[in-house]
Nanobody, 127 residues
Framework: QVQLVVSGGGLVQAGGSLRLSCAASGRTLSTSGMGWFRQAPGEEREFVAA????????YYADSVKGRFTISRDKAKNTVYLQMNSLKPEDTAVHYCAASTAALYSSIYRQLNGYAYWGQGTQVTVSS
């Protein structure tokens, strides 16, 4: 089992920044990748960013490219999401997830590619 604890959400004005953190504990050696997803009210949960835990390869949704940065601290088993130039449409509950999939590069966008999920954190961007 892998436990994920998310922190860092909040309320920010458009154009501002927030940094989310996701600390993993438990059987973290089985982790092949970690991703960030978000879900706005009335919408489906969508992919935001992901990082291959072993290779460091990074992936972004088109909607956040150039504004968001995902990074990891392997020593701390923590993944971060730095969110800059935030827009009102970024308002959503943001989730961290961990995958144990062997071919992570093939599944990183898929919700069912992740075995473990952290609690969500609300990000609200005011206009």
């Amino acid at each position: 089992q892998v436990q994920l604890v998310v922190s860092g959400g909040g309320l920010v004005q458009a154009g501002g920044s927030l940094r989310l953190s996701c600390a993993a504990s438990g059987r973290t050696l089985s982790t092949s990748g970690m991703g960030w997803f978000r879900q706005a009210p009335g919408e489906e949960r969508e992919f935001v960013a992901a990082i291959n835990w072993r290779s460091g390869s990074i992936y972004y949704a088109d909607s956040v490219k150039g504004r968001f940065t995902i990074s990891r601290d392997k020593a701390k088993n923590t993944v971060y999401l730095q969110m800059n130039s935030l827009k009102p449409e970024d308002t959503a509950v943001h989730y961290c997830a961990a995958s144990t999939a062997a071919l992570y590069s093939s599944i990183y966008r898929q919700l069912n590619g992740y075995a473990y999920w952290g609690q969500g954190t609300q990000v609200t961007v005011s206009s």
